[in-house]
């Protein structure tokens, strides 16, 4: 068989469903393949860039490894940035670049690039293939490294004549995943230490996405508050009595207050690289004269800006299991706990602005609906002030912080999770970059709702320099254009709110029933200075 279609015939044992990508020559062979496989569906997008981000979606909510793949040079030079957003949030994801004739290479072939070095920075493993015989073992090898340890995306480039040899293989079985066992004797000394506390806090990210009953059951015994950064919005439910809310970028005032005020109290950090945005641009009073205990998978998150007392290293469902039952063993949980006092939540009034608008829309959508959020100004508004509603309710990657990511999250989150009501929230400026992705999910009939903040202007870019600068250039805003228009000049339901009154059940009922996607138009210009937290102090102060 062709080299490429052993490769598809591994990816098919492996659960592959979809890969996301744009076909052309240097990967047609592996395109043509896929005719004879209806096991796998190619995602044919419009833009490589948004195919990774629906392959990092699909990873992320299928459980599973997803593929992306683009030609040689300009394709695979467009699926980097998702590589580094995959790396960023630890999902494996396999990148497939064409290559151009391995006795072409230095000869000034049409898009050449030599794919290895640009991937190997935002990848766990790259590599260039030379021979048709190794590239199924190079592929398997990469997936090997992708799932295990601290999963991540990998890279492999192939040339189109390594594809197109005729190879002599067997597949090899699906790698195993084994999760790191953390140290007992390590665990039973956290127990210990946080059995004699009176107080602390439980500080979770995103680390903890498929932990969350455990998180739970340890709040619940430690009768500790739950602070969460922004990546870790939309897993512990708003009614909780625990959950204080979120700390770090756009965080809310009562649970900085928390942190910034509780000296003394213990600290238990659970899946949380504690980078900038987790931690209002590393506040030092996380760690200030307290005891710290860190659990996480990846071990170079240990002392990177703060000291810990107890770094605790490994898989985090099997740290909290063991821990759980430590702490149980120990008479947890104490008498006489008393739930934590919280603030009343925002209720959305009548103004046209962005919070009531994001207010409004929810109580108009499913309660089980997932938001994937862009980035913009609209995405302080939806961690300051929408609800979590459901388990995983919100997609949010402040970190790499990718404009136009959310919508190609919304797209993969679809693929990956069918039943699950999917509401992508992005902006005029993210829409221009990836928004004729919605036409992808019209092509393959998938029930999204595309709402877009439409302020004609780069609405974060303007805030921060009229913060920092106290003025912004005219260049940051544009003609407003009508995205409504646009989309139904694609032949997709939309429906434009100019003021409050028209964002109705009525109107969102007959998108949401449309058969397909279909997009909310908000055309609002907030000049509200958006609800960063302690991001608009340090802007205030840095430009004087």
């Not at 956290?190 to 996405?209: H, M, N, T």
Request: contains cysteine; charged residues 20%.
């Amino acid at each position: 068989m062709k080299a490429a279609r052993a490769v598809l015939e591994y990816l098919k044992g492996l659960g592959v469903r979809h890969i996301f990508g744009i076909p052309a020559g240097s990967v047609n062979v592996l395109f043509d393949q896929l005719v004879e496989m209806p096991e796998i569906t190619p995602v044919v997008t419009k833009h490589e860039g948004a195919a990774s981000y629906m392959a990092a979606a699909y990873a992320k909510y299928s459980g599973q490894l997803s593929v992306a793949i683009g030609c040689s040079g300009p394709g695979g030079t467009n699926l980097v940035t998702g590589a580094a957003n995959a790396m960023r949030e630890h999902l494996p994801v396999l990148f497939l670049t064409g290559a151009v004739p391995v006795n072409t290479v230095g000869l000034n072939a049409s898009q050449e690039l030599d794919a290895e070095p640009v991937y190997r920075s935002v990848t766990k493993y790259s590599v260039t293939v030379r021979e048709s015989k190794d590239l199924l073992a190079e592929v398997a090898k990469a997936v090997e490294i992708a799932i295990s340890g601290v999963p991540g995306p990998v890279h492999v480039a192939m040339p189109i004549d390594v594809q197109q040899g005729e190879v002599q293989v067997t597949i090899p079985e699906p790698p195993k995943r084994t999760p790191i066992v953390p140290e007992l004797d390590t665990i039973k000394k956290v127990a210990e230490e946080l059995a004699k506390r009176e107080s602390g806090y439980i500080f979770i990210g995103q680390g903890v996405r498929s932990s969350v009953d455990q998180v739970l059951e340890l709040a619940e015994l430690l009768n500790w508050p739950i602070v969460t950064t922004p990546q870790a919005k939309g897993f512990i439910p708003e009614e909780h009595p625990l959950l204080s809310g979120v700390f770090g970028f756009a965080g809310h005032e009562g649970t900085s207050a928390l942190i910034n005020d509780g000296d003394g109290q213990a600290l238990l950090i659970l899946g949380s690289s504690l980078g900038e945005t987790a931690t209002n641009n590393w506040n030092m009073n996380l760690t200030k004269n307290r005891f710290c205990v860190q659990m996480d998978f990846d071990k170079t998150v240990f002392g990177r800006k703060y000291e810990i007392d107890i770094p605790v290293l490994g898989d985090i469902n099997l740290s909290l299991m063991f821990l759980l039952e430590e702490l149980k063993a120990l008479g947890l949980p104490k008498e006489g706990a008393k739930a934590l006092e919280k603030p009343q939540s925002y209720v959305a009034t009548e103004e046209y602005n962005t919070q009531n608008v994001l207010k409004n829309l929810q109580k108009h959508l499913p309660a089980d609906t997932r938001y994937t959020v862009d980035i913009g100004e609209f995405m302080s508004y939806v961690i300051h002030y929408m609800n979590v509603l459901d388990y995983n309710t919100f997609d949010i990657n402040v970190h790499f912080g990718a404009m136009g990511s959310g919508i190609g999250s919304a797209i993969g989150s679809k693929f990956a999770d069918p039943d699950r009501p999917v509401v992508c929230i992005t902006g005029d400026g993210c829409f221009f970059m990836h928004g004729m992705e919605i036409l992808t999910a019209k092509e393959y009939n998938l029930p999204i709702l595309f709402v877009i903040m439409n302020n004609a202007r780069l609405g974060m870019v303007y805030h921060g320099h009229e913060l920092q600068y106290k003025r912004s250039h005219a260049s940051f805003g544009q003609k407003e254009i009508s995205i409504a228009a646009m989309a139904e000049a694609m032949g997709i339901p939309s429906y434009r709110v100019q003021e409050m009154g028209d964002l109705n059940k009525e109107a969102l009922s007959g998108l949401l029933n449309a058969g397909g996607p279909a997009l909310l138009e908000i055309a609002l210009v907030d000049n509200n200075t958006p609800p960063m937290g302690d991001r608009v102090k340090f802007l205030s102060s840095f430009g004087k």
